[in-house]
């Protein structure tokens, strides 16, 4: 299977602008996505196939990378998007999420 | 609006069966995407468990391939989870979601449904 590999934790102030990153274990192509899950919620679709913004999800969030590596950017960061973030590849199958990483402000 | 909603028993028994129905409204299930079962369980670790497509047919994880079945009630538009010989390893929260079938990716969730797998 085609382990993603995201790092645990990331503390950023508000306004500030932070990156996530999410490392494939082998080629995904541009199928990799990105979703925001807060405690008691479903996961919430952010960034489809590396780049593309979901409907209804603000601007601040961008996605981007191809094939490996790929990175979800909040900028700027508010109070509201603590949250943790998971990335998902459907280049390979079977399906696979990355651990997530889970965002905190400062 | 489309909606997902997962139902079924918070408990289940260890080598008993679990089974989860998915009811969706807004969306009819034959009209396309694929459905699909995920999970996450307890720390946060989160699979997909597999799904069926608009068109009934299903696939499913590898590494759950002999215990898993979806099938699905085209009346009532539901889709269904079951799966068998569970033991407290299948603890987790299972969650329904719909997937495009070119890129996979889930744009509607369920809310989930917490299964415990305890005697």
């Known amino acids: 299977d085609t382990v993603l590999t995201q790092s645990p934790a990331l503390a950023v102030s508000p306004g500030e602008r932070v990156s996530i990153s999410c490392r494939a274990s082998?080629?995904?192509?541009?199928?990799m996505h990105w979703y925001q899950q807060k405690p008691g919620q479903q996961p919430k679709l952010l960034i489809y196939?590396?780049?593309n913004l979901a409907s209804g999800v603000p601007a601040r969030f961008s996605g981007s990378g191809s094939g490996t590596d790929f990175t979800l950017t909040i900028d700027p960061v508010e109070a509201d998007d603590t949250a943790t973030y998971f990335c998902?590849?459907?280049?390979?199958?079977?399906?696979?999420f990355g651990a997530g990483t889970k965002l905190e402000l400062k | 609006e489309i909606q997902l909603q997962e139902s079924g028993p918070g408990l289940v028994k260890p080598s008993q069966s679990l089974s989860l129905t998915c009811s969706v409204t807004?969306?009819?299930?034959?009209?396309?995407?694929?459905w699909s079962w995920i999970r996450k369980f307890p720390g946060n670790k989160m699979e997909w468990m597999g799904y069926?497509?608009?068109?009934?047919?299903?696939n499913y994880n590898p590494s759950l391939k002999s215990r898993i079945s979806i099938t699905r009630d085209t009346s009532k538009n539901q889709f269904f989870l079951q799966l068998n010989s569970v033991t407290t390893e299948d603890t987790a929260t299972y969650y329904c979601?719909?997937?495009?079938?070119?890129?996979?990716?889930?744009?509607?969730w369920g809310q989930g449904v917490m299964v415990t797998v305890s005697s």
């Open positions: 979601a719909r997937s495009r079938t070119i890129a996979a990716y889930f744009d509607y």
């Open positions: 807004g969306y009819t299930i034959t009209s396309g995407y694929d």
């Open positions: 069926i497509s608009y068109s009934g047919s299903t």
């Open positions: 082998e080629g995904v192509n541009s199928y």
């Open positions: 196939k590396a780049s």
């Open positions: 998902q590849q459907s280049w390979n199958d079977p399906y696979t």
